[in-house]
């Protein structure tokens, strides 16, 4: 079946602008989290949401970042004032949760390179 | 808090050797173990999980990891590598009780030579 897709692939922008990063999840998966990779700092935890639970921002790096959910499935990242550290490729990824089966590794998406200049 | 390494940045290994790519860990509680592989310019994909069991794990493309609680470890082997193995694998914990996010190591390149 069709697996995580996110969009854009790649984005470019200014420094100071607002960035949209989105995520589509596999059908089905009721978790959702979104990571970013970068060169200095690896893989880092960004922010988790499972079903109607408040979601666990504990990883999110500072206000200008936020995150949300739409229905369950599709979920937005957005970056406001974008700084030069900023630059990184955010992943997405969903699970299943629960159980003692496949419901916990997480499937990742391509990812998005954001670039701000 | 929960924390992973990966003590090599790059492992280099000759087609049809064996491949070990090391990983420990360190949880409060339970930990569930996972590796991962990224290829260039592609997302992670998962290849295989300890939850809980037998010890070694047999994963995709013939991969296996042995989880030794003992020594907090969780090494990926490969009894005979392929050149179509080099990549960046990544080893990451997940602290049942600290919820549900992963937490990686910094990754380990994997260069195969023919």
């Known amino acids: 079946g069709a697996g995580v897709s996110q969009s854009p692939s790649n984005k470019v922008t200014e420094k100071g602008k607002d960035v949209e990063l989105r995520c589509d999840p596999i059908s089905g998966h009721t978790a959702l989290y979104w990571y970013r990779q970068s060169l200095g700092q690896g893989l880092e935890f960004l922010i988790y949401?499972?079903?109607?639970?408040?979601?666990?921002k504990s990883g999110l790096p500072s206000d200008r970042f936020s995150a949300e959910r739409t229905g369950g499935s599709v979920s937005t990242l957005t970056i406001q004032r974008t700084q030069q550290e900023d630059s990184a490729v955010y992943l997405c990824?969903?699970?299943?949760?629960?159980?003692?089966?496949?419901?916990?590794?997480?499937?990742f998406g391509p990812g998005t390179r954001l670039t701000v200049t | 808090a929960q924390s992973v390494a990966q003590p090599e940045d790059q492992v280099n290994v000759a087609e049809g050797n064996p491949l070990t790519v090391k990983c420990t860990y360190s949880v409060s509680g339970n930990p569930y173990l996972f590796w991962y592989v990224q290829y260039p310019n592609r997302g992670l994909q998962f290849l295989l999980k300890y939850i809980t069991g037998d010890n070694l794990v047999k994963g995709s493309y013939g991969f296996e990891a042995e989880f030794n609680k003992s020594q907090t470890s969780f090494h990926l082997k490969k009894p005979s590598a392929l050149v179509s193995d080099s990549a960046l694998y990544f080893c990451a914990v997940r602290d049942k009780a600290a919820g549900n996010k992963l937490t990686f190591g910094g990754g380990t390149r994997v260069l195969v030579k023919p």
């Open positions: 990824a969903s699970s299943l949760v629960g159980g003692r089966g496949p419901g916990y590794e997480q499937y």
């Open positions: 949401f499972q079903g109607n639970s408040a979601p666990d």
